[in-house]
Protein backbone atom coordinates (compact mmCIF):
# COMPACT_ATOMS: atom_id res chain seq x y z
CA UNK A 1 0.00 0.00 0.00
CA UNK A 2 1.51 3.30 -1.01
CA UNK A 3 2.36 5.40 1.88
CA UNK A 4 0.25 8.54 0.30
CA UNK A 5 -2.55 8.20 -2.51
CA UNK A 6 -2.90 10.10 -5.70
CA UNK A 7 -5.02 12.62 -4.13
CA UNK A 8 -2.78 13.60 -1.22
CA UNK A 9 0.36 13.54 -3.45
CA UNK A 10 -1.74 16.13 -6.02
CA UNK A 11 -2.03 18.27 -2.59
CA UNK A 12 1.11 18.23 -1.53
CA UNK A 13 2.55 19.23 -4.57
CA UNK A 14 0.93 22.08 -4.65
CA UNK A 15 1.06 23.43 -1.30
CA UNK A 16 5.07 22.93 -1.81
CA UNK A 17 6.21 26.32 -0.73
CA UNK A 18 8.29 26.72 -4.09
CA UNK A 19 5.95 26.07 -6.25
CA UNK A 20 3.16 27.78 -4.18
CA UNK A 21 4.69 30.91 -4.16
CA UNK A 22 5.96 31.02 -8.40
CA UNK A 23 2.37 29.62 -8.41
CA UNK A 24 2.60 26.34 -9.88
CA UNK A 25 0.41 24.15 -10.11
CA UNK A 26 -0.22 20.18 -10.88
CA UNK A 27 -3.38 20.52 -12.87
CA UNK A 28 -3.45 16.55 -13.82
CA UNK A 29 -2.30 13.44 -12.74
CA UNK A 30 -3.52 10.30 -14.05
CA UNK A 31 -4.59 7.33 -11.45
CA UNK A 32 -1.35 5.20 -13.00
CA UNK A 33 0.66 8.25 -12.64
CA UNK A 34 1.30 7.79 -16.57
CA UNK A 35 0.41 11.37 -17.08
CA UNK A 36 0.95 14.96 -15.70
CA UNK A 37 -0.16 18.17 -16.63
CA UNK A 38 1.63 21.34 -14.63
CA UNK A 39 0.51 24.92 -15.30
CA UNK A 40 1.45 28.64 -14.32
CA UNK A 41 -0.41 31.60 -14.44
CA UNK A 42 1.51 34.84 -14.99
CA UNK A 43 1.08 36.86 -11.45
CA UNK A 44 2.43 40.26 -10.43
CA UNK A 45 4.43 37.99 -7.93
CA UNK A 46 6.09 35.75 -10.04
CA UNK A 47 6.83 38.24 -13.11
CA UNK A 48 10.40 39.04 -14.11
CA UNK A 49 11.97 42.65 -14.09
CA UNK A 50 9.85 43.27 -18.10
CA UNK A 51 6.67 41.66 -16.76
CA UNK A 52 6.73 38.26 -18.04
CA UNK A 53 7.48 34.47 -16.74
CA UNK A 54 10.50 34.38 -14.51
CA UNK A 55 12.93 32.18 -16.06
CA UNK A 56 13.53 30.35 -12.83
CA UNK A 57 9.96 29.45 -12.20
CA UNK A 58 9.29 27.91 -15.62
CA UNK A 59 12.61 25.87 -15.77
CA UNK A 60 11.16 24.73 -11.49
CA UNK A 61 7.66 23.83 -13.16
CA UNK A 62 9.52 21.27 -15.18
CA UNK A 63 11.50 20.00 -12.49
CA UNK A 64 10.40 16.77 -10.43
CA UNK A 65 7.44 15.19 -12.38
CA UNK A 66 9.67 12.66 -14.40
CA UNK A 67 11.23 12.02 -11.53
CA UNK A 68 7.49 11.54 -9.64
CA UNK A 69 5.89 9.52 -12.13
CA UNK A 70 9.13 6.99 -12.84
CA UNK A 71 9.06 6.67 -9.10
CA UNK A 72 5.51 5.71 -8.79
CA UNK A 73 5.41 3.77 -11.91
CA UNK A 74 8.82 1.83 -11.51
CA UNK A 75 8.07 1.23 -7.45
CA UNK A 76 10.16 0.50 -4.63
CA UNK A 77 12.72 -1.72 -6.68
CA UNK A 78 14.32 1.72 -7.90
CA UNK A 79 16.09 4.64 -7.38
CA UNK A 80 14.96 7.42 -9.56
CA UNK A 81 16.55 10.75 -9.38
CA UNK A 82 16.91 14.06 -11.61
CA UNK A 83 20.43 14.49 -12.25
CA UNK A 84 20.45 17.83 -15.21
CA UNK A 85 18.41 19.90 -16.84
CA UNK A 86 18.82 22.12 -19.22
CA UNK A 87 16.45 25.42 -20.33
CA UNK A 88 16.46 27.34 -23.93
CA UNK A 89 13.94 30.13 -23.85
CA UNK A 90 11.91 31.00 -27.17
CA UNK A 91 9.93 33.56 -26.69
CA UNK A 92 8.66 35.59 -23.99
CA UNK A 93 5.83 33.87 -21.65
CA UNK A 94 3.09 35.53 -20.80
CA UNK A 95 -0.49 34.56 -19.18
CA UNK A 96 -0.88 30.91 -18.30
CA UNK A 97 2.08 28.20 -19.57
CA UNK A 98 1.60 24.52 -19.10
CA UNK A 99 4.03 21.27 -19.59
CA UNK A 100 2.74 18.06 -20.08
CA UNK A 101 4.52 15.10 -18.81
CA UNK A 102 3.50 11.09 -19.89
CA UNK A 103 5.38 8.23 -19.71
CA UNK A 104 4.22 4.82 -21.90
CA UNK A 105 4.42 1.14 -21.28
CA UNK A 106 6.71 0.67 -24.18
CA UNK A 107 9.01 3.09 -22.36
CA UNK A 108 8.71 1.67 -19.07
CA UNK A 109 9.90 -1.86 -20.34
CA UNK A 110 12.56 -0.34 -21.76
CA UNK A 111 13.66 1.31 -18.65
CA UNK A 112 13.25 -2.24 -16.31
CA UNK A 113 14.72 -4.38 -19.23
CA UNK A 114 18.14 -1.60 -20.03
CA UNK A 115 18.42 -0.99 -15.87
CA UNK A 116 18.24 -4.90 -14.90
CA UNK A 117 20.92 -5.75 -17.26
CA UNK A 118 23.22 -2.62 -16.86
CA UNK A 119 22.55 -1.87 -13.22
CA UNK A 120 21.94 1.70 -13.82
CA UNK A 121 21.03 4.06 -16.90
CA UNK A 122 20.70 8.02 -17.15
CA UNK A 123 16.74 8.74 -19.41
CA UNK A 124 16.20 11.77 -21.00
CA UNK A 125 13.48 13.50 -21.61
CA UNK A 126 12.48 16.61 -23.81
CA UNK A 127 9.86 18.79 -22.76
CA UNK A 128 8.18 22.20 -24.28
CA UNK A 129 6.34 24.35 -22.19
CA UNK A 130 3.05 26.29 -24.37
CA UNK A 131 1.69 29.91 -23.83
CA UNK A 132 -2.13 29.47 -23.87
CA UNK A 133 -2.22 29.75 -27.80
CA UNK A 134 -0.18 26.73 -28.03
CA UNK A 135 3.51 28.54 -28.63
CA UNK A 136 6.70 27.27 -27.30
CA UNK A 137 8.11 29.28 -24.33
CA UNK A 138 11.00 27.13 -23.83
CA UNK A 139 11.86 23.57 -24.01
CA UNK A 140 13.58 22.03 -21.26
CA UNK A 141 15.92 18.87 -21.44
CA UNK A 142 15.97 16.86 -18.35
CA UNK A 143 18.56 13.78 -17.39
CA UNK A 144 16.83 11.27 -15.26
CA UNK A 145 18.80 8.93 -13.17
CA UNK A 146 17.57 4.99 -12.61
CA UNK A 147 19.40 2.12 -10.48
CA UNK A 148 17.88 -0.78 -9.26
CA UNK A 149 18.10 -1.10 -5.67
CA UNK A 150 20.32 -3.73 -4.23
CA UNK A 151 19.17 -7.22 -2.19
Known amino acids: MPLLSRKQKVKMINWYPPFLGAGIKLTYLSDDFMKAEVQMKLRWWNKNLVGVHFGGSLASMCDPFYMLLLMNTLGR ?3 VWDKAA ?11 VKCVFELTEPLL ?12 KDYYFDLTVTDEEGNVVCEVHKTIYVRKKEG
Open 77 to 79: DYI
Open 86 to 96: SIRFKRPGKGT
Open 109 to 120: TQIKEEVTAAGK
